[in-house]
């Protein structure tokens, strides 16, 4: 039986590298590599792309464009990490817990983009609560967030690790800072859209001076509730029923939330790393309202994990072949 063959474009990137690196131990396809010194020749890219059972864009936006030209009529099926199809009609948006009717159209789709890291937690934590009626899908919903500096790709990445380290900050670069504050980051599309909300959340990202891990918060104040005295246990049981054929959404038990505490106090940014594992956790009490809180690493479930994950989906592998939970 032939083996499927898979294009990388972009395959030197952040994104393309831990792809590339996910894919190289797999007997089951063949993974086609560009060499080095021709992986910008546009001549060499048109002719792996007409070549590839399935490609997956690992580029910018504009980049990302010129491939889908460079690909032409081939009948290659495409997977683009970019941000510019996330929301486009003819594009299937590949975040497959969303519902099985979405699994089964990321099996069948030609074109699937992958999601963005951040929309992962608010997307998985939100949707299956607006859809059970839990919370009001017109409140004003807020998001607070910090991840990893590889999200920010090769500028932010040399950026950190190429600044002094001070004696006294020995395992930090550069410091947490937020970004992204005039409202106009490039993720908010597709939270607006998939996470079935009526209004465009409020968010506030932010860069930590580690290499990968993510956590996304969403308070929930009692007025957000479509009842009164809502739990974190009621959160749970909608999370628990929604993702219980998804083998790489854990929600948490609240009454084992300490033990994913340090010190019984504080939820870690890097403790998916290296996993296609997303955690969601309910925090907090009814009366003061709730905290929503996803973890995740934004290279795993958040961008390369998940589009490997998407790849078995299109190739008719189980969707966790060569990926950890």
């Not at 059972?53 to 683009?80: F, K, M, N, V, Y």
């Amino acid at each position: 039986m032939t083996k499927p063959r898979i294009y990388i474009d972009g395959q030197e990137g952040t994104t393309g590298l831990r792809i590339r690196q996910m894919l190289a131990a797999r007997q089951d396809l063949e993974l086609l590599l560009v060499p080095a010194e021709e992986r910008k020749n546009p001549a060499v890219r048109a002719e792996f792309l007409t070549r590839a059972d399935l490609a997956i864009l690992c580029l910018p936006d504009e980049a990302a464009a010129e491939a889908l030209e460079l690909a032409g009529t081939s009948r290659a099926r495409i997977i683009d990490t970019s941000t510019a199809r996330r929301v486009h009609s003819d594009w299937i948006y590949g975040l497959p817990e969303i519902s099985p009717q979405q699994k089964e159209a990321i099996r069948q789709a030609p074109r699937v983009a992958n999601c963005g890291c951040y929309p992962v937690s608010f997307i998985l934590a939100l949707r299956p609560l607006v859809q059970a009626g839990l919370i009001d899908p017109q409140a004003a919903y807020t998001i607070n967030a910090v991840s990893g500096y590889s999200g920010g790709g090769r500028k932010m990445i040399e950026a950190y690790e190429q600044a002094p380290r001070p004696q006294r900050e020995a395992n930090a670069a550069l410091p947490l800072c937020l970004y992204s504050l005039d409202g106009a980051h490039k993720h908010l599309a597709e939270m607006h859209q998939f996470s079935l909300v009526a209004k465009q959340p409020l968010f506030v990202p932010s860069v930590a001076p580690t290499y990968c891990g993510m956590l996304v918060s969403v308070p929930l104040p009692a007025s957000h509730f479509t009842g009164p005295g809502t739990t974190a246990q009621q959160v749970w049981e909608v999370w628990e029923a929604y993702y219980r054929d998804c083998p790489f959404v854990r929600p948490v038990p609240p009454d084992q939330n300490a033990t994913h505490l340090r010190e019984g106090k504080f939820l870690d940014l890097e403790g998916c790393n290296f996993t296609n594992r997303v955690e969601l956790y309910a925090f907090g009490k009814p009366d003061q309202g709730l905290v929503l809180v996803g973890r995740l690493d934004n290279l795993g479930k958040g961008a390369s994990g998940n589009a490997v994950q998407c790849l078995n989906l299109m190739l008719g592998f189980e969707e966790t072949t060569g990926l950890i939970a």
